[in-house]
């Protein structure tokens, strides 16, 4: 739970600041050319962005829009507002996806599946049909499910997203881009990894009927695992794209978005030469290991006269072009004085990744390992003593 803490708070800094580290380095690795209007290709090990082109412009995201509708669903689950093995009525408005002219899973209002097998016709085979049921049964109703997607947009504070419906058919007003639509498939990773695994079934039967995952990789690149592709005729074809590899160092994972391709086999391709060479062409760097300290330094009134402070409990990484990994230094900037109480997990400062030539890299936040609980009184008046005099 402490990793994902600080995962969480990495994702939101990282949205905000839209970092794009490849411009600090001297040489930079140059992407390869991308046949698709809009990409993007993060490394999420280390929170930097590796490439990119018109990542914050707004685009159609067709089917893309249910990584959104999913993540809710997940919350709903993970709240027990929903279950599993929960039965669900199909209603009119859901059986009338089959004239949208969109993917389906093929329900109808004589059925009542399960919301995991709505979960998997949704992911697996897109199924518009399977998005609205599930909007109805966590919402009530759509309008109130879309109005859920647009407050959480909101609150992770995504401006350049706004949705209109739950399945990604073209609308007037809907809209995302490369960068927030991979913020959203990040937190999926992150928040959800009970449910991240659907994400790479690659085929799935419901009532007699077959159908294939959409996401190509999953079949091609033994590394990729998820998640989802899209398609209008507005949007072009489209596909976000995670891949894990392991390496000596630790695991490294690289998330892609490919955005307006021109075919299934183009934005398949596109997004596979986009990981690959996110792969060949930068290392990953260990920085510091898991809840290993970068730092003691003294506490006031506290029972303990120091604290160890570091970069949260995961191995802090760095991505840098290919052979460069050691002309980079870190700069450590904190809170001083540090006064007790401190909890573990508490920021108390920032942990700066520079280049030799002092240009950034990337940014994490200098967090307490272990807490420090307050002193006694005689132990806080001495300390507040000492404070007034310095």
């Not at 279950?83 to 199909?90: C, G, I, N």
């Not at 947009?153 to 927030?180: I, Y």
């Not at 898991?290 to 006031?300: D, E, F, S």
Request: charged letters at 20%; one cysteine or more.
């Amino acid at each position: 739970m402490k990793r994902l803490a600080f995962l969480i708070v990495h994702l939101m800094a990282w949205v905000a600041m839209g970092l794009h580290p490849a411009s600090s380095w001297a040489q930079v690795p140059q992407p390869p050319e991308i046949a698709a209007r809009q990409y993007l290709l993060i490394d999420l090990s280390s929170q930097q962005v590796l490439a990119e082109r018109d990542a914050d412009t707004s685009a159609d995201p067709a089917s893309l829009t249910k990584l959104m509708t999913a993540y809710l669903v997940f919350n709903a689950l993970r709240d027990k507002k929903l279950a599993l093995e929960q039965t669900v009525p199909v209603s009119m408005r859901a059986w009338a996806e089959r004239k949208g002219g969109g993917s389906l899973m093929f329900i109808d209002t004589t059925m009542s599946p399960k919301v995991e097998e709505l979960l998997k016709g949704m992911i697996v085979q897109s199924g518009n049909d399977a998005a609205v049921a599930l909007a109805e049964a966590v919402a009530g109703s759509l309008d109130n499910f879309v109005a859920m997607m647009n407050r959480q947009a909101q609150a992770w504070g995504l401006k350049n997203t706004q949705f209109k419906n739950v399945t990604g058919l073209t609308e007037a007003g809907h809209f995302s881009t490369p960068r927030d639509l991979a913020f959203i498939a990040a937190k999926i990773i992150v928040e959800h990894p009970t449910f991240y695994p659907t994400y790479s079934i690659r085929q799935y039967t419901y009532n007699r009927i077959k159908q294939d995952n959409r996401n190509m990789l999953l079949g091609r690149d033994p590394s990729v695992d998820g998640m989802k592709t899209g398609y209008t005729e507005a949007a072009g074809y489209c596909l976000v794209a995670s891949a894990q590899r392991e390496f000596p160092n630790g695991q490294r994972r690289l998330l892609s978005v490919v955005m307006g391709a021109a075919s299934k086999e183009a934005r398949a391709a596109e997004s596979q030469k986009l990981l690959n060479w996110g792969w060949q062409a930068w290392d990953a760097v260990r920085l510091f290991d898991a809840g290993k300290p970068v730092a003691t330094v003294p506490v006031w009134k506290g029972a303990k006269s120091e604290a160890r402070l570091g970069a949260g409990p995961g191995a802090l990484f760095v991505a840098v072009p290919k052979g460069q990994g050691t002309q980079m230094r870190t700069v450590i900037e904190r809170t001083d004085p540090l006064v007790a109480p401190l909890a573990a997990g508490q920021r108390v400062g920032t942990i700066k990744v520079l280049t030799a030539a002092g240009a950034p890299v990337s940014s994490v936040p200098l967090v307490v390992l272990e807490p420090v609980e307050l002193a006694g009184i005689f132990g806080r008046a001495w300390d507040a003593l000492r404070l007034w005099i310095k």
